[in-house]
Nanobody
Framework: QLQPVESGGGLVQSGGSLRLSCTVS????????IGWFRQAPGKEREGVSC????????NYVDSVKGRFTISRDNAQDTVYLQMNALKPEDTAVYYCAAVHEESTVQDRCVLTRLIYDYWGQGTQVTVSS
């Protein structure tokens, strides 16, 4: 079974940057749509960004537009989330999720939790003020 693994979280000051990575072992990500979600204490898990299997379509929640960038390197089976200008409200556990492209609209992605079949364990991002 495909198992995403996140890395790159940590503690950073407000205004700082982090780059999260999502990889898998034993599978290729070429045919998978990837989403990044986050969950802060006491809050619902929300979609942050997603990228189509080709990388040609990207989607962001309004609160991170202009600050976060999602990208993928299919040769390395890795998806990245570059997070700049971080704010304390970005503090959360960040999860990588995957769904096969056949289960989605061609070359599109959505930030809906229920769409995604495979989830990582999460990586903590803490932004201090």
């Amino acid at each position: 079974q495909l198992q995403p693994v996140e890395s790159g979280g940590g503690l950073v000051q407000s205004g700082g940057s982090l780059r999260l990575s999502c990889t898998v072992s034993g599978f290729t990500l070429d045919y998978y749509v990837i989403g990044w979600f986050r969950q802060a204490p006491g809050k619902e898990r929300e979609g942050v960004s997603c990228i189509s299997s080709s990388g040609g379509y990207r989607n962001y929640v309004d609160s991170v537009k202009g600050r976060f960038t999602i990208s993928r390197d299919n040769a390395q089976d890795t998806v990245y989330l570059q997070m700049n200008a971080l704010k304390p409200e970005d503090t959360a556990v960040y999860y990588c999720a995957a769904v096969h492209e056949e289960s989605t609209v061609q070359d599109r992605c959505v930030l809906t939790r229920l769409i995604y079949d495979y989830w990582g364990q999460g990586t903590q991002v803490t932004v201090s003020s």
